[in-house]
């Protein structure tokens, strides 16, 4: 009998046990005992846990999430299919009474509750462990792992999982899954603190919305708010709906109109962008997933990896890259609405295939068949759709920001516009393959370009459904929430808080900033205890990234994992053969803990490809695997 421990039960643990029950039949038949430890409820973990506000939502649709492989998933691990949450859904489960109406109003395309989330996870555990293959047992502890160390005894080499309150568990291999880990705040946000503190001024740095004490602002007063994705979006969903306030239909549009409560404040919000994230479409692909990998797969990747050359991703894979997701974007566009090319699909996609992205023939080309410049992919606008939008005020901006969300908007739910879709399906692909290339980037392009481009992804693939980006419509045009435009910037002068920004000439002042952001990794500063005495011991290390000279270009901060199998590497560069990490505080980034049906996710390729390397580290010497 081999044990193995997995620290976090959340939907990442949860995954990660079901490709343990599925291979381990292959891999590992002679029995067994695998412990999850999560002090937040099992399945569901800290993020999705129920206790949260029930205003809450997911930024996917009903159809739009699982935590099973299907026929799309490429995998070493046996196909085990499960029901998406939709499917779950229609199946009548049993869930608490204030959950029971939301469920029966479940549709296809409703973005439920988080907490209807947390009952879906929480179910699919249960699933999970009705599955279980003979001589196979589960054990949950409902505490924390605050260490790991090692025995040495007549057997071997143990793994000792230190936990808060409880006996210590021992096992074969650990596996740690807790998710986003919160971490200290950085010198700058120390610094900031303590400047606006000594001037009586309030700062609530980046940290989970959902555990932020929201009650230091005040009704009625005006507040900075720095940062425009979806912690900003649950912020606003926290101060207006969840203090009271309500909101209207007004017209035939599916416009609204916010009703106050009184006790609301005033956000002056902006970012780089200035925009907040991309809308979550509202419709299917009408040409069915594009094929792809097409022009970056592994046909391109290989080469790169087995040349053993640092590889610049500006100039080498970017081109690529946009390429791909301009082909999802007119794959669709040409056989979801072949109307809209001037040319038969076969002609556009030779000639396309001929061309280099962002050339002058490229450019030619599409101007050419595409004759709607709408129906154009646009990278750049979708990139930095502010970029170049300035007005004499701020008062005069609110209208121009105003427009392009709601265009932004009508493009992501109207059925015309399904090329977005396209898009965001092809970049799922990229996603992929630039993490197969990780460990073979040059060091600024890990530093710089791999930081741009995941912020580009989370833009676009992040964003809030259309139901909020009408209620925070509604809130701009009450004059309730404004935007400061792209390029912000924030600085203490004269006690107060200044906010200037590329839009506009004037600053705008308060005695309130809110980060609405997580904190950046920091293995070095992680909260985590397991993680920080990992830190402390060197038998865990975080990446920093140095130029040839060795200066240093960026602490990422988080832990670093070989990218095959999530093997735990060491202050030494060495990879640990029975401790493993998976998740978005490792190296190794992955979109997302579930995923859509049917598109050979990432996340449950890679949830395999790490179950199956710590099947076999159970079998494996120890000292040879390290060696390897």
């Given at each position: 009998?081999?044990?193995?421990?997995i620290v976090g039960a959340g939907p990442r643990g949860t995954g990660l046990l079901e490709r343990l029950a599925a291979s381990a039949p292959e891999l590992h038949p002679h029995g067994l005992d695998v412990h999850l430890v999560d002090p937040y409820p099992p399945g569901a973990g800290?993020?999705?846990?129920?206790?949260?506000?029930?205003?809450?939502?997911?930024?996917?649709?009903?159809?739009?999430?699982?935590?099973?492989?299907?026929?799309?998933?490429?995998?070493?691990?046996?196909?085990?299919?499960?029901?998406?949450?939709?499917?779950?859904?229609?199946?009548?489960?049993?869930?608490?009474?204030?959950?029971?109406?939301?469920?029966?109003?479940?549709?296809?395309?409703?973005?439920?509750?988080?907490?209807?989330?947390?009952?879906?996870?929480?179910?699919?555990?249960?699933?999970?462990?009705?599955?279980?293959?003979?001589?196979?047992?589960?054990?949950?502890?409902?505490?924390?792992?605050?260490?790991?160390?090692?025995?040495?005894?007549?057997?071997?080499?143990?793994?000792?999982?230190?936990?808060?309150?409880?006996?210590?568990?021992?096992?074969?291999?650990?596996?740690?899954?807790?998710?986003?880990?919160?971490?200290?705040?950085?010198?700058?946000?120390?610094?900031?603190?303590?400047?606006?503190?000594?001037?009586?001024?309030?700062?609530?740095?980046?940290?989970?919305?959902?555990?932020?004490?929201?009650?230091?602002?005040?009704?009625?007063?005006?507040?900075?708010?720095?940062?425009?994705?979806?912690?900003?979006?649950?912020?606003?969903?926290?101060?207006?709906?969840?203090?009271?306030?309500?909101?209207?239909?007004?017209?035939?549009?599916?416009?609204?109109?916010?009703?106050?409560?009184?006790?609301?404040?005033?956000?002056?919000?902006?970012?780089?962008?200035?925009?907040?994230?991309?809308?979550?479409?509202?419709?299917?692909?009408?040409?069915?997933?594009?094929?792809?990998?097409?022009?970056?797969?592994?046909?391109?990747?290989?080469?790169?990896?087995?040349?053993?050359?640092?590889?610049?991703?500006?100039?080498?894979?970017?081109?690529?890259?946009?390429?791909?997701?301009?082909?999802?974007?007119?794959?669709?566009?040409?056989?979801?609405?072949?109307?809209?090319?001037?040319?038969?699909?076969?002609e556009f996609v030779d000639r396309f295939a001929a061309l280099d992205w962002g050339t002058a023939a490229m450019d030619a080309f599409l101007a050419e068949v595409v004759p709607d410049p709408l129906d154009r992919f646009d990278l750049d606008a979708l990139d930095r759709p502010l970029?170049?939008?300035?007005?004499?005020?701020?008062?005069?901006?609110?209208?121009?920001?105003?427009?392009?969300?709601?265009?932004?908007?009508?493009?992501?739910?109207?059925?015309?516009?399904?090329?977005?879709?396209?898009?965001?399906?092809?970049?799922?692909?990229?996603?992929?393959?630039?993490?197969?290339?990780?460990?073979?980037?040059?060091?600024?392009?890990?530093?710089?370009?791999?930081?741009?481009?995941?912020?580009?992804?989370?833009?676009?693939?992040?964003?809030?459904?259309?139901?909020?980006?009408?209620?925070?419509?509604?809130?701009?045009?009450?004059?309730?929430?404004?935007?400061?435009?792209?390029?912000?910037?924030?600085?203490?002068?004269?006690?107060?808080?200044?906010?200037?920004?590329?839009?506009?000439?004037?600053?705008?002042?308060?005695?309130?900033?809110?980060?609405?952001?997580?904190?950046?990794?920091?293995?070095?500063?992680?909260?985590?205890?397991?993680?920080?005495?990992?830190?402390?011991?060197?038998?865990?290390?975080?990446?920093?990234?140095?130029?040839?000279?060795?200066?240093?270009?960026?602490?990422?901060?988080?832990?670093?994992?070989?990218?095959?199998?999530?093997?735990?590497?060491?202050?030494?560069?060495?990879?640990?053969?029975?401790?493993?990490?998976?998740?978005?505080?490792?190296?190794?980034?992955?979109?997302?803990?579930?995923?859509?049906?049917?598109?050979?996710?990432?996340?449950?390729?890679?949830?395999?490809?790490?179950?199956?390397?710590?099947?076999?580290?159970?079998?494996?010497?120890?000292?040879?695997?390290?060696?390897?």
């Amino acid at each position: 009998m081999s044990t193995i421990v997995i620290v976090g039960a959340g939907p990442r643990g949860t995954g990660l046990l079901e490709r343990l029950a599925a291979s381990a039949p292959e891999l590992h038949p002679h029995g067994l005992d695998v412990h999850l430890v999560d002090p937040y409820p099992p399945g569901a973990g800290r993020i999705w846990r129920h206790a949260q506000s029930p205003l809450l939502a997911m930024n996917s649709m009903a159809a739009d999430v699982t935590m099973y492989t299907d026929a799309s998933v490429v995998c070493e691990g046996p196909i085990a299919p499960g029901p998406s949450f939709w499917e779950w859904a229609q199946t009548g489960p049993e869930v608490g009474p204030e959950l029971v109406d939301e469920l029966a109003a479940v549709t296809a395309t409703t973005f439920p509750s988080r907490r209807l989330q947390s009952a879906y996870l929480g179910w699919v555990l249960e699933d999970v462990l009705t599955r279980l293959p003979a001589g196979m047992r589960v054990h949950l502890h409902r505490t924390r792992a605050i260490g790991l160390t090692e025995e040495i005894n007549a057997d071997g080499v143990t793994q000792v999982v230190h936990l808060e309150g409880r006996p210590p568990v021992r096992a074969d291999a650990v596996v740690l899954a807790s998710g986003h880990l919160d971490a200290t705040p950085t010198a700058d946000e120390l610094d900031l603190a303590a400047r606006a503190a000594a001037a009586g001024l309030r700062y609530l740095p980046p940290e989970q919305t959902t555990d932020t004490d929201l009650s230091v602002l005040a009704p009625g007063e005006t507040a900075l708010v720095r940062g425009l994705g979806l912690a900003f979006i649950d912020l606003v969903v926290l101060l207006y709906e969840g203090r009271g306030g309500r909101f209207e239909p007004e017209g035939g549009d599916g416009a609204l109109r916010y009703v106050p409560s009184g006790n609301e404040p005033y956000l002056v919000a902006g970012s780089p962008r200035g925009a907040p994230y991309h809308a979550k479409t509202h419709y299917q692909l009408r040409a069915g997933r594009p094929p792809l990998p097409r022009f970056l797969g592994p046909a391109q990747t290989d080469p790169l990896i087995a040349a053993g050359r640092p590889v610049d991703m500006g100039a080498q894979v970017w081109p690529l890259m946009a390429k791909e997701i301009a082909w999802g974007w007119y794959h669709e566009l040409g056989r979801g609405h072949p109307e809209r090319l001037r040319v038969p699909w076969r002609e556009f996609v030779d000639r396309f295939a001929a061309l280099d992205w962002g050339t002058a023939a490229m450019d030619a080309f599409l101007a050419e068949v595409v004759p709607d410049p709408l129906d154009r992919f646009d990278l750049d606008a979708l990139d930095r759709p502010l970029d170049g939008v300035t007005a004499d005020s701020l008062d005069a901006l609110q209208p121009l920001v105003r427009a392009h969300i709601a265009e932004d908007l009508r493009q992501h739910v109207d059925e015309r516009h399904t090329p977005h879709l396209g898009a965001f399906v092809a970049m799922l692909s990229v996603y992929a393959e630039v993490g197969r290339l990780a460990e073979v980037l040059s060091a600024r392009s890990r530093a710089v370009d791999v930081s741009r481009w995941q912020s580009f992804f989370n833009s676009v693939a992040s964003g809030p459904p259309g139901f909020r980006v009408r209620e925070l419509l509604a809130l701009a045009r009450a004059g309730y929430v404004r935007f400061l435009g792209p390029g912000m910037a924030v600085e203490i002068v004269d006690g107060e808080f200044r906010a200037t920004s590329a839009a506009i000439p004037e600053a705008v002042t308060a005695d309130v900033l809110v980060d609405a952001r997580l904190p950046d990794p920091s293995a070095s500063r992680s909260c985590d205890p397991m993680v920080a005495a990992l830190m402390r011991d060197g038998a865990a290390s975080e990446e920093v990234l140095r130029d040839e000279r060795g200066a240093v270009l960026r602490n990422t901060g988080q832990v670093r994992v070989r990218a095959a199998d999530g093997a735990l590497v060491d202050a030494a560069g060495r990879a640990h053969p029975r401790r493993f990490a998976i998740g978005p505080h490792t190296t190794v980034r992955v979109a997302g803990a579930f995923t859509r049906p049917g598109m050979n996710a990432q996340s449950l390729r890679y949830n395999d490809a790490v179950a199956r390397a710590v099947l076999r580290a159970l079998s494996a010497d120890p000292a040879a695997a390290a060696a390897a």
